[in-house]
Structures are given as structure tokens and as C-alpha cells.
């Protein structure tokens, strides 16, 4: 079984694309979303309408879903990005904004081997930035491998023994990590429509159960594409600049 794995799209219709074009070349076998669908970017409806097109054989909502969709208010997020979300809640459907509301919340459980969740298994808006919350995420997970995201930086920590070891990882297109034949992963792909790890370029991923790899993958889009599309929406002129610098 080969699943995509797309986390933290962001209403980025070019990044989404480019990461789709991609992925038509590398035998896909089912779609994972691990939230955070919308916000940031300004082809929100886009972006869903092709996620609908794919079937995905699991969704999960993030954080500026969940408040989109008018599940929890926008008090807690920067300007930014409250005023993103309150363009986008404006922009979608009532269909689009019932889909979003509908989404479940993480962890999501798939087989006895694999779960999903957002932030982390024990809270869906927890940001995994180090070591010390890798294994706390780890001890809670209710599978051996745990895929997340929402902190839109590609990060892979191991278990060894007792200890968590972070994997190092390159900026290659693409790099390939071995699942753990004993003890336990906590992954991020990275985000496909908003990267922070100072490269500008989508990212992805491909979880290969058969083979027993992980695969990290990054690929170029029309930046200026995506940021034409913020500024003719009337989002915040800081929105397009980050994401040529991967911030």
C-alpha cells in the first residue's frame, strides 16, 4: 500500500497541483489528509473541489478548519492569519464550509500500524517542535507509526530503546526514510501550500508499507502564481512574500 500523504495544503491550489503532477508518477494507491485544508492562501474552494475529485481514504481537520468552519472562534490566531480565515470563511459555500465542519478530529487510527492526527495524538492543536514533545507525541500514539503536521516543517523522530532520536534529513527532492522494524515513528511530510523550513518548495509524502519506507518529497510550483492569487484577493502583501522565502 503506497498512501500520499498531504498535510497543511492551505488553499494553495499551484502548490497543490505541482504536488499532484508529482504524485501521477509514483504509483498512488490512497490519499491521506492530515488537515489544515484551507487558510493563508487564497484558492480555498479550489483546493477542496480537487481533494473531493480524489477520494481520500482519510481526512482529519486542523486548526484553521476547525475555526473556518466556525467550530471554534479565531481569538487565538496571529492577525494574519485571522484575517485570512475570516476572507476564507467569507469566500466558501455553505456546502464547502458543512464539508469542512465535518471533517473528524485526530487521532485517527488506520489498520494496527498507522495513525494520523494534526498537532499531536494527545492534542490536535500541539506543535511537535523538538525531542522532548516527539516522545510525549510518541507514548500517546495509539499506532507504531504516527503521521502529522501543522507545524509545516519536515521533521522524523525514532525511537531507540527508551530514547527518541531525531532522523537527520536533507534538502534533496526527495529523501527516503526506513520505517522502524522495532519501535516507533512520529513524522512530518511538511506542508504542501506553506513551508517553513526555508525552502519555498511543496512538500509531501509517500508512506510505503511494503517496501517499510517513508518518503519525503519536495517539488517547485508557480510561486508567483500563488502569490498573484493573495494579492488580487485583498489577503495581506506578507502572505505572498513568505512564501517565496519558506517562511
Request: one cysteine or more; proline letters at 5%.
Amino acid at each position: 500500500m503506497r498512501s500520499l500523504i498531504l498535510a497543511d495544503i492551505h488553499a494553495n491550489i499551484d502548490a497543490l497541483d505541482a504536488v499532484l503532477r508529482a504524485a501521477d508518477l509514483l504509483r498512488i494507491d490512497r490519499v491521506l489528509l492530515l488537515g489544515d485544508l484551507v487558510g493563508y492562501n487564497a484558492a480555498p474552494a479550489e483546493v477542496l473541489h480537487r481533494l473531493d475529485a480524489l477520494a481520500p481514504a482519510a481526512a482529519i481537520r486542523g486548526n484553521h478548519d476547525k475555526v473556518c468552519a466556525g467550530l471554534e472562534p479565531a481569538t487565538e490566531f496571529h492577525p494574519l492569519a485571522r484575517q485570512a480565515i475570516e476572507w476564507t470563511r467569507r469566500r466558501l459555500s455553505p456546502a464547502d464550509l458543512t464539508r469542512l465542519a465535518a471533517l473528524p478530529e485526530g487521532p485517527l487510527g488506520l489498520g494496527d500500524s498507522l495513525e494520523i492526527c494534526h498537532g499531536a495524538p494527545f492534542d490536535e492543536d500541539f506543535y511537535v517542535t523538538g525531542a522532548m514533545d516527539a516522545h510525549r507525541a510518541i507514548e500517546s500514539a495509539g499506532a507504531p507509526i504516527c503521521l502529522h503536521g501543522h507545524t509545516h516543517v519536515p521533521s522524523v523522530f525514532t525511537t531507540r530503546g527508551f530514547a527518541v532520536r531525531e532522523e537527520l534529513l536533507r534538502d534533496d527532492g526527495l529523501q527516503v526514510v526506513a520505517l522502524p522494524s522495532v519501535g516507533r515513528m512520529l513524522a512530518n511530510v511538511g506542508s504542501v501550500g506553506q513551508p517553513r523550513d526555508s525552502d519555498s518548495r511543496a512538500a509531501f509524502g509517500v508512506l510505503d508499507e511494503r517496501a517499510g519506507t517513508l518518503e519525503l518529497h519536495r517539488v517547485t510550483y508557480d510561486i508567483a502564481a500563488a502569490q498573484a492569487r493573495i494579492i488580487a484577493a485583498g489577503l495581506p502583501a506578507a502572505l505572498a512574500e513568505r512564501l517565496a522565502r519558506g517562511l
